[in-house]
């Protein structure tokens, strides 16, 4: 074996190859020369045999711990990444006082992170640094590990000590600092890495779209609508082309337009607030809305044709509702209609939910809750990919809220929320009415939330809902939420409805908490929530 190491490693794998196959026969390693085989192969690009020989090796030697490290790197360029941390978890034990141990430790965590296993990533990129405090791949990795957690300080301090130390940062590099940087609301700083990511690479469509939500979040209408087509460009969204002309807000009052449903349920509830403007400057306009909203959005907008749809790139689903002239994607009627500050009606609620479940859930909260304010409830939002550890709070924060005297409170959590509401009204001896039947239906659960006389919750598609419906809602954000909450107003612009207790220390959820504690007792005192008789409106 030895001679045909030699061999490769004086540049001469094809030899090499035949000096160790001929070893294999009288080898007492063969698990060893399975390595060097490989080696011999990935020397000439043969990935397939080398990964062949690697798993053979592993399987007659499963202690040797460059063969695992190998075979992890061998599965990472065929994107097999589970497999792959499964093999780099299998050689980090087995370089415990060799040099290697650190690299084996870079590379699990690498694909930890590529699984979606950011804490224990952040774990294994602590432990390599631990060995090499100078590893500067694991700087990277650590941040990155951050900011897939939504710990975006600590992500931003990461980067910032990578930057130091290289000269020529790599885009992707800058595109997450900056993405740190703006989740921790220092904007301004945000604004300068993007914009030096957009002038060295004009076609960064991903900077471009940060600038633009950066645009959006500060209110900068003009601006941020300019930018907003990068939600495609960029990849944040997928494009649906239909074969229609791109209809740019000119009256057509004799011709068909279709609107496109568009990012997510909240989103598609707000974009509706411009469905009544569309509508009057086209003849006919057909609406493509997620299928829980279609009951709810024909009921509020008798004059539009909506069709539910699983967003098909074919058109099956416009069979028998006429040829479209025109198509636009719905979130780009706000770049037609939301120009600026005074283009944002103080509406009185967009929304219709059904008049008749409304009346229902009136008389059914009254009896069942008695006299006193009835507030919904909700504390989680978003997803691992939206920010949900950033927009969510931990229930037990809710306690200055939950001790009002002269609250009843409705849960309006969705998802798997049982154990969390348990806990809740064990710990704090809070009955917190739940009513799991309303969550099987949107229209039924915007009646419920129209006779509620607040809602209460976190960054998610209530809001929307709430805010549509024209519901008192009462909104708890990070420092630095999504665009549509904005950057350091009181309310929505999108909503009058809606007043914001944002965070002043990102991270620290008791202040906006107790804040809103204290505006709903003085709510209770007042006796009525009608902005006529006791001020909950924006301020």
Known sequence: ??????????????????????????????????????????????????????????????????????????????DRFTEARDAFAQAVPLFDDDPLHSHALLRWAQALTKTGDAEQSKAAFRACLDQTPDNLDAVLGLGHAELWLDNEPAAAAHFEAALARIDRPPRELLVNYGSALQSCGRYDEARQ???????????????????CQLDLALCRWPEGWSRYGSRFTSGALPYRPMPFRRWDGTAQPDTTLLVLADEGLGDEIMYASCFAETAGRVGKVIVECEPRLHTLLARSFPQISFVPTRRENSLSWLEGLGQPDWQIPSGDL????????????????????????????????????????????????????????????????????????????????????????????????????????????????????SALDVVVTVCTSIVHLAGGLNVPTWILTPL?????????????????????????TWGEWQPPCQNLAHALTELTICGDPSPAVCDISPR
Not at 193 to 211: G, I, K, N
Not at 379 to 389: A, E, M
């Open 480 to 504: 630095a939420p999504g665009w549509r909450y904005t950057a350091h107003r009181d309310s929505m612009p999108w909503y009058p409805s809606t007043r914001i207790f944002r965070q002043q």
């Open 193 to 211: 890495v993007f914009a030096r990511v957009v002038t060295e690479h004009p076609t960064d469509f991903v900077s471009q779209w940060y600038l």
């Open 1 to 78: 074996m030895l001679h045909g190491r030699a061999l490769r490693l004086q540049g001469n794998p094809a030899q090499a190859l035949q000096q160790l196959e001929q070893s294999l026969a009288e080898t007492s390693h063969p698990g060893e020369v399975q390595t060097e085989i490989a080696l011999c192969h990935l020397a000439t690009h043969q990935l397939a045999l080398a990964l062949d020989c690697l798993q053979v090796a592993v399987t007659l030697q499963p202690k040797l711990g460059l063969s695992w490290l190998l075979l992890g790197d061998v599965l990472v360029r065929f």
């Open 334 to 449: 706000p770049v037609l209609f939301r120009r600026s500050d005074d283009t944002f009606p103080q509406h009185a609620g967009y929304l219709r939910a059904d008049p008749d479940r409304v009346q229902h859930w009136k008389q059914r909260l009254a009896a069942e809750l008695g006299a006193g304010l009835k507030v919904g409830l909700s504390w989680r939002g978003g997803t691992v990919r939206t920010r949900t550890r950033a927009r969510s709070l931990d229930p037990g924060l809710l306690e200055p809220i939950l001790a009002i005297p002269g609250v009843s409170f409705v849960n309006l959590q969705y998802g798997d929320y049982q154990a969390e509401l348990d806990i809740l009204n064990a710990c704090f001896g809070t009955a917190i009415r739940d009513y799991p039947e309303v969550v099987a239906s949107y229209d039924e659960t915007a009646a419920l939330v």
